[in-house]
Nanobody, 126 residues
């Protein structure tokens, strides 16, 4: 069993930065891929970034490449999403997910995650 808790969201002006954290409880975090997903009002959930269980592989949605960086510290059972050059269209609820699936790692569908956090709101004003 893994519980995920996101933090670090908030209100920021366009061009600003935020760093999201995903704190995990449970012993399976270090053996699981981790992904960040987002969902804006009225839109479907969207893959943002994924990192392999050991941290050696990372994947990004085209819309965030070059602006967002995903990382993890397995010793701290924590994952991160550094978001720079934020745009109003990045506004969404951001959730982290864990699982040994290509859905979590690369957003490949159909697929699933084993565990989800509740999310943290990110609002980017223009």
């Amino acid at each position: 069993q893994v519980q995920l808790v996101e933090s670090g969201g908030g209100l920021v002006q366009a061009g600003g930065s935020l760093r999201l954290s995903c704190a995990a409880s449970g012993r399976t975090f270090s053996g699981s891929h981790m992904g960040w997903f987002r969902q804006a009002p009225g839109k479907e959930r969207q893959f943002v970034a994924g990192i392999s269980w050991a941290g050696g592989r990372t994947y990004y949605a085209d819309s965030v490449k070059g602006r967002f960086t995903i990382s993890r510290e397995n010793a701290k059972n924590t994952g991160y999403l550094q978001m720079n050059s934020l745009k109003p269209e990045d506004t969404a609820v951001y959730c982290c997910a864990c699982g040994l699936t290509d859905y979590v790692l690369r957003g490949e569908t159909p697929g699933r995650a084993n565990y989800w956090g509740r999310g943290t709101q990110v609002t980017v004003s223009s």
